[in-house]
């Protein structure tokens, strides 16, 4: 049980530094635009996704949760994660401010 215990927290770490969350589909790094709380939609220039085969371009995301989106400002280097919906959409499952 304590070796369980000790080897989800490595995992979480692991998840943590590679800024890719276990349910994450993707991750990318981009540049926020405009930011909608009402909707829960954010615009960012993002870099080329690699893992989706994305060039870089400018768009809406939709974010998991609103909430998602009060730690970050338009203007700002940011990175994301994208989850995938069961509708084959792209959500962002977090976003923080690029290192
Ligand atoms: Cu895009």
């Known amino acids: 049980m304590k070796q369980a215990l000790t080897t989800l927290i490595a995992a979480f770490a692991v998840a943590a530094a590679s800024n890719l969350y276990a349910a994450d589909a993707a991750s990318g790094k981009g540049t926020v635009n405009r930011i909608d709380l009402a909707t829960a939609t954010v615009n ?28 970050v400002k338009p203007g700002q280097a940011v990175t994301f994660g994208l989850a995938k919906e069961a509708s084959g959409g792209y959500v962002i499952s977090h976003i923080e401010p690029a290192q």
């Open 44 to 71: 960012i220039s993002h870099e080329a996704i690699l893992a989706l085969k994305w060039p870089g371009m400018t768009m809406d995301f939709k974010a998991a949760d609103k909430k998602l989106l009060s730690g």
